[in-house]
């Protein structure tokens, strides 16, 4: 059974920082893109990151360009966002995702984690 499990989530300043994880197991992951994906009360879910297990490549959404760094944990399985410089804007549920090489859909969701910045 697939499982992506987030955790790091929580209330911080704006200005600070944040550093969240999605555990992933069940499968083998070597070929899936892992996506950081938010949604804020009222709004549509919107990417945040991604980056392809296989060779480490990363894509950001213009919105966090300069502030969020994705990396992968292989020994780990493990996806990390690390967020730096954090605006209230940032306050959402931040889910973790996987999309299988070849489709345009994401397959895997984790049930997400609070990400909430007081001004």
């Known amino acids: 059974q697939v499982q992506l499990v987030e955790s790091g989530g929580g209330l911080v300043q704006a200005g600070g920082s944040l550093r969240l994880s999605c555990a992933a197991s069940?499968?083998?992951?070597?070929?899936?893109?892992m996506g950081w994906f938010r949604q804020a009360p009222g709004k549509e879910r919107e990417f945040v990151a991604a980056i392809r297990w296989s060779v480490g490549s990363s894509y950001y959404a213009d919105s966090v360009k300069g502030r969020v760094t994705i990396s992968s944990d292989n020994a780990k399985n493990t996806v990390y966002l690390q967020m730096n410089s954090l605006k209230p804007e940032d306050t959402a549920v931040y889910y973790c995702?996987?999309?299988?090489?070849?489709?345009?859909?994401?397959?895997?969701w984790g049930q997400g984690t609070q990400v909430t910045v007081s001004s």
């Open positions: 069940g499968r083998a992951f070597s070929s899936y893109t």
């Open positions: 995702a996987a999309l299988r090489s070849g489709l345009s859909e994401y397959e895997y």
